[in-house]
């Protein structure tokens, strides 16, 4: 599978804002917004995972809200696969599954439809959001792919911090892919 080289790496990391102590002091916040507003930058990310998952046996692509939506919908259009989202509670219309996860002070959770992979058996689902940071969200996203008839193959970050560990926690449950690792 294909995989960037440094260059390309830098390249797109150079496309990606660093703010500074944000949201609380000591945290540099990866600010994709300016890698979204240069449509180079962002076709060259989109051509690389339509490149990497296009000979892929996938049925379904799932985004974690928000900005995992951005992503997702945006591969999901070119390899001409269904999107589905993964939200946090209350935000869908209809029946859900839901699936909590620890943070560090308390409990969150996400949700999918009880029909987002169209009731077909052994639906192979690719997990994509921008970042893995501690890993909390992204497992239970897995968890709850796999709580269905379907079965998370993949999931695809375009940032792993990796001194929080978040796809440590995560690799016994999928295989993972990250464009970038910081």
Known sequence: MKELNLEQKEYLLNSIRQVHD??????????????LNDKEAFNFLIDHLVARYGEMEIDFIAGIESR???????????????????????K???????QKYSLEYGVDEVQIHIDAFREKQNAKVLLIDDLIATGGTAKASVELINQTNATCIEACFLIDLKEL??????????KIYSVLEL
């Open 22 to 35: 944000f949201p609380k002091p000591g945290i540099v916040f990866r600010d994709i917004t300016t890698l």
């Open 68 to 90: 995992g939506f951005i992503f997702g919908a945006a591969l999901a259009a070119r390899l001409r696969l269904p999107f589905v989202p993964i939200r946090k509670p209350k």
């Open 92 to 98: 869908l219309p209809y029946i859900t599954i839901s």
């Open 165 to 174: 560990g978040g796809s440590n926690n995560l690799k016994n449950l999928t």
